[in-house]
């Protein structure tokens, strides 16, 4: 068994077109490969949810500010291919770059506001390459359903943005981010963390939920974020970017939990970049 790998566009929308007219219900996987645990998590709920399943595979340019993270990006069609056999998903569109970026490509999609702290501050023009690409992305395969994973929080309420501003007729659909058994989210960039750098990953996350219950509890942002960028550090992190608690359906700055909030880190063990995010009080 193996999963049919489209590359042009215009064979895509055919299929996407004979799937519709049929009556099916058709969502959409929008990855960048390298498939992990979490996104077979997002491939599952969009079976469940969907008759057709259409995953994308596209290593996106535009959304690297940096040249060496693009370079050293993992490419794994053909293992990526393979793990989505047993999934039933109905087709891999893997677009050759033309497809997406033809010669005089001049557009770039913004969504003000959201994507201006947290990665949007420290990853400049990331956000407007995702909003972008994921635009396309939901037009060319015409499906009425997406996934994307909580892991990329920031993500996922940017592309929540532009679907409803921009009319595209696609309910997104946020799935819960997988961990390892250490809390550790899973991400593509966890296999370049050497050993050492793989044993402090996880105080992130421990970090993270120490303070979220302090938070759930009514401490203050300010100190119960500053003891968590300390335990960070002091388990053997280089830098924490950032480590915030914002309103969970703006991004706002707030002080106290007194509202549904998040928070949300980035940080470097190992010169590895790390995310991370929770709920405050956390999900139940
Ligand atoms: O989350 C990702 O893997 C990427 O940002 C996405 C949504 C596939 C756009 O390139």
Redesign the pocket.
């Known amino acids: 068994m193996s999963v049919p790998i489209e590359r042009s566009r215009a064979r895509l929308r055919a299929a996407v077109a004979g799937w519709k007219a049929a009556g099916a219900r058709v969502g959409v996987v929008?990855?960048?490969?390298a498939l992990h645990a979490g996104?077979i998590s997002l491939v599952e709920a969009a079976r469940a949810a969907c008759d057709r399943v259409v995953v994308?595979l596209?290593?996106?340019p535009r959304?690297f500010n940096n040249p060496a993270d693009l370079e050293s990006y993992p490419r794994t069609e053909v293992s990526d291919a393979a793990k989505l056999a047993p999934l039933g998903v109905d087709l891999l569109y893997v677009p050759d770059p033309d497809q997406i970026y033809p010669e005089g490509f001049a557009t770039n999609v913004s969504v003000g506001g959201i994507s201006d702290g947290l990665c949007g501050a420290h990853r400049p023009g990331h956000f407007d390459?995702?909003a972008t690409?994921?635009t396309k992305?939901l037009l060319q395969t015409g499906a009425e359903r997406a996934f994307?994973?909580e892991?990329?929080y920031q993500?996922l309420l940017i592309?929540r943005r532009l679907v409803r501003d921009l009319d595209i007729p696609c309910t997104i659909t946020g799935c819960p981010t997988v961990r390892e058994p250490d809390g550790l989210a899973l991400s593509?960039r966890n296999a370049r963390l050497d050993a050492t750098a793989r044993a402090i990953a996880p105080a992130l996350n421990c970090a993270m939920l120490g303070a979220a219950a302090a938070l759930a509890q009514g401490a203050a942002a300010a100190p119960a974020l500053a003891a968590a960028r300390q335990d960070i550090r002091a388990a053997g992190f280089d830098e924490v970017e950032y480590l915030e608690l914002r309103d969970a359906a703006t991004l706002a700055p707030v002080e106290t939990a007194d509202r549904p909030a998040r928070l949300l880190a980035a940080a470097w063990v190992g010169g590895v970049r790390l995310i991370d995010n929770i709920a405050v009080p956390p999900d139940t």
């Open positions: 929008p990855t960048m490969g996104h994308t596209f290593i996106n959304q390459g995702v690409v994921v992305l994307f994973g892991k990329d993500q592309v593509s």
